[in-house]
């Protein structure tokens, strides 16, 4: 705890035992945010989701004073993810209005007929990894990164090289910088997004194809619904978020089951629906979001019996609230036959609940199976470091060996190619 008596949300703490602590002081936790932002954390799963979805806790942060009055500066550290133009940053009738126009692509008919190519995909990076067999190899940079990014980029119809071009200045929006230099300002990292995304924006004018990018495009063009900057920052927002969370959701979940072996080998002698199950578990067990941030009061609210004042933040422990031992048992273990897995807010709750969670799963399903059916012995390397992300909850790598040799129970022979 801090003098001020809240407590401290660090971006290099521990996220399961900050997860515990934060249950530990209760369900509505007072917190402080770096920069010393006070704000409330709701640190179990019925408090969170009663916060995601309140009618009277909103996105906009035109409600929220402390933004308003230049108390949390223009480069705060997490100012990109509370205000924006996009879907992510509004509330009612704008958030509605913006997540309409790109919901179709999302619905469970076009990512299910998105299944072959995603396996397709998996499988070429698979092959591309077979040159490393020896090796020690990032799982996470050489195949939990590039699928997803190939994926989304496929949907939004601009090359992969789309994402590379926007990386570093996405790991300044959401990873802690050294305040010292200059280059790591957050205000420089939004004016490269612009220039980069309009020059895509550019490009796509120029070659239109029946494709999600040329869709927003035409909404701003001819249909009055999008303003230029909801453009680019609509299109920013799926291009990140349509990768991102997934990264970590594969990552994460590759590394529990790594460390739960006997987990693994019982999905390994399973049918594949048993991939299936196995991704709630792993979004409950180690999240790839660690705090839902913010929501702002525009009245004064009673929630888990404490007053939130009219125009105070709040957010949701994600990590915190998918251990909740109300909601399961023993929720310290990753359990693949836990009936209660999908009762989780790792792509969030209510009106806000993530458009692209339906296409994040069917990836995550698909990299496990077809990553441990190719190397069933797979191994860790190394401990790997967790992220330094108020926002996010993974690591910066995951190195592993692709055929390993330790003794695992009854794990089959290698899939031949």
């Given at each position: 705890?801090?003098?001020?008596?809240?407590?401290?949300l660090?971006?290099d703490?521990?996220?399961?035992?900050?997860?515990?602590?934060?249950?530990l002081?209760?369900?509505?936790?007072?917190?402080?945010?770096?920069?010393?932002?006070?704000a409330w954390?709701?640190?179990?799963?019925?408090?969170?989701?009663?916060?995601?979805?309140?009618?009277?806790?909103?996105?906009d942060?035109?409600?929220?004073?402390?933004?308003?009055d230049?108390?949390?500066?223009?480069?705060?550290?997490?100012?990109?993810?509370?205000?924006?133009?996009?879907?992510?940053?509004?509330?009612?009738?704008?958030?509605?209005?913006?997540?309409?126009l790109?919901?179709?692509?999302f619905?469970?008919?076009?990512?299910?007929?998105?299944?072959?190519?995603?396996t397709?995909?998996?499988?070429?990076?698979l092959?591309?990894?077979?040159?490393?067999?020896?090796?020690?190899?990032?799982?996470?940079?050489?195949?939990?990164?590039?699928?997803?990014?190939?994926?989304?980029?496929?949907?939004?119809?601009?090359?992969h090289?789309?994402?590379?071009?926007?990386?570093?200045?996405?790991?300044?929006?959401?990873?802690?910088q050294?305040?010292?230099?200059?280059?790591?300002?957050?205000r420089?990292?939004?004016t490269?997004?612009?220039?980069?995304?309009?020059?895509?924006?550019a490009?796509?004018?120029?070659?239109?194809?029946?494709?999600?990018?040329?869709?927003?495009?035409e909404?701003?063009?001819?249909?009055?619904?999008?303003?230029?900057?909801?453009?680019?920052?609509?299109?920013?927002?799926?291009?990140?978020?349509?990768?991102?969370?997934?990264?970590n959701?594969?990552t994460?979940?590759?590394?529990?089951?790594?460390?739960?072996?006997?987990?693994?080998?019982?999905?390994?002698?399973?049918?594949?629906?048993?991939?299936?199950?196995?991704?709630?578990?792993?979004?409950?067990?180690?999240?790839?979001?660690?705090?839902?941030?913010?929501r702002y009061?525009?009245?004064?609210?009673?929630?888990?019996?404490?007053?939130?004042?009219?125009?105070?933040?709040?957010?949701?422990?994600?990590?915190?609230?998918?251990?909740?031992?109300?909601?399961?048992?023993?929720p310290?273990?990753?359990?693949?036959?836990?009936?209660?897995?999908?009762?989780?807010?790792?792509?969030?709750?209510?009106?806000?609940?993530?458009?692209?969670?339906?296409?994040?799963?069917?990836e995550?399903?698909?990299?496990?199976?077809c990553?441990?059916?190719?190397?069933?012995?797979?191994?860790?390397a190394?401990?790997?470091?967790q992220?330094?992300?108020?926002?996010?909850?993974?690591?910066?790598?995951?190195?592993?060996?692709?055929?390993?040799?330790?003794a695992?129970?009854?794990?089959?022979?290698?899939?031949?190619?």
């Amino acid at each position: 705890m801090n003098p001020s008596g809240r407590f401290s949300l660090k971006p290099d703490a521990n996220s399961t035992e900050e997860a515990r602590q934060l249950r530990l002081l209760g369900r509505l936790v007072p917190v402080t945010l770096p920069g010393g932002v006070p704000a409330w954390a709701a640190a179990d799963l019925s408090t969170s989701r009663e916060v995601l979805g309140h009618e009277h806790l909103t996105k906009d942060p035109a409600h929220w004073p402390a933004l308003q009055d230049g108390s949390v500066p223009d480069d705060w550290e997490l100012i990109a993810l509370v205000r924006g133009a996009s879907m992510l940053h509004q509330g009612s009738d704008d958030h509605r209005r913006l997540r309409r126009l790109v919901s179709g692509a999302f619905t469970r008919a076009p990512i299910e007929a998105l299944r072959s190519r995603i396996t397709e995909i998996a499988e070429e990076l698979l092959d591309e990894l077979e040159a490393t067999h020896g090796e020690p190899t990032d799982i996470r940079e050489a195949f939990a990164f590039p699928l997803p990014v190939r994926v989304i980029c496929e949907v939004l119809g601009v090359p992969h090289t789309a994402i590379s071009g926007l990386r570093q200045q996405f790991d300044r929006l959401v990873i802690p910088q050294d305040s010292g230099d200059p280059d790591t300002d957050i205000r420089i990292a939004v004016t490269d997004i612009y220039n980069t995304l309009g020059k895509l924006i550019a490009f796509k004018r120029n070659a239109p194809a029946d494709d999600l990018t040329a869709a927003l495009i035409e909404a701003h063009d001819n249909g009055d619904r999008l303003s230029e900057q909801e453009l680019v920052e609509t299109l920013f927002l799926i291009l990140i978020a349509g990768h991102e969370t997934t990264i970590n959701a594969i990552t994460n979940t590759v590394h529990s089951l790594l460390t739960h072996p006997h987990a693994l080998s019982e999905l390994l002698r399973g049918d594949d629906e048993a991939w299936s199950r196995v991704v709630d578990e792993g979004l409950r067990f180690s999240p790839p979001i660690r705090h839902v941030v913010l929501r702002y009061a525009t009245a004064d609210v009673d929630v888990a019996g404490t007053r939130i004042r009219k125009g105070e933040a709040v957010l949701a422990a994600t990590v915190a609230a998918g251990r909740d031992p109300q909601r399961h048992e023993r929720p310290d273990e990753f359990d693949i036959h836990r009936s209660t897995s999908k009762e989780h807010i790792a792509f969030g709750y209510g009106a806000h609940y993530c458009l692209g969670a339906r296409l994040a799963k069917l990836e995550t399903e698909i990299a496990l199976r077809c990553l441990f059916t190719r190397f069933p012995r797979l191994e860790l390397a190394a401990e790997p470091a967790q992220l330094r992300s108020i926002s996010l909850q993974g690591f910066t790598s995951l190195s592993v060996h692709l055929d390993g040799q330790k003794a695992h129970p009854a794990l089959p022979t290698r899939a031949k190619r």
